[in-house]
Nanobody
Framework: QVRLVESGGGSVQAGGSLRLSCAAS????????MGWFRQTPGKAREGVGA???????TYADSVKGRFTISKDNAKNTLYLEMNNLKPEDSAKYLC?????????????????WGQGTQVTVSS
């Protein structure tokens, strides 16, 4: 059974940085593509970035140049490094995994989700 657990969220001031982690278990980590999404109340889940099994990445325009996705196959962990955070980045951040949905920023293509970690950026 796929299990994804996010951590690393918190409250920071604008311009600050955070690194989110997503610990994965229950499947062959290196064979799944993964993504980071974020969601605020009343809004649709938004794709932030994605990484495929070969390490290639794609990002939403709103975070390009500020956010970096990486993964450590030995630790079964996905990361999201977030720099120069803005108040509009405040959201619950969720990681997702799927064996076939690679480099996708649309949430309905992923079948496995974590519970999320909250990020709050104050101005």
């Amino acid at each position: 059974q796929v299990r994804l657990v996010e951590s690393g969220g918190g409250s920071v001031q604008a311009g600050g940085s955070l690194r989110l982690s997503c610990a994965a278990s229950g499947y062959s980590f290196g064979r799944y593509c993964m993504g980071w999404f974020r969601q605020t109340p009343g809004k649709a889940r938004e794709g932030v970035g994605a990484i495929d099994t070969g390490g290639r990445t794609t990002y939403a325009d709103s975070v390009k140049g500020r956010f970096t996705i990486s993964k450590d196959n030995a630790k079964n962990t996905l990361y999201l490094e977030m720099n120069n955070l803005k108040p509009e980045d405040s959201a619950k951040y969720l990681c997702a995994a799927d064996p076939a949905s690679c480099l996708q920023l649309v949430h309905w293509t992923y079948n496995n989700w974590g519970q999320g970690t909250q990020v709050t950026v104050s101005s």
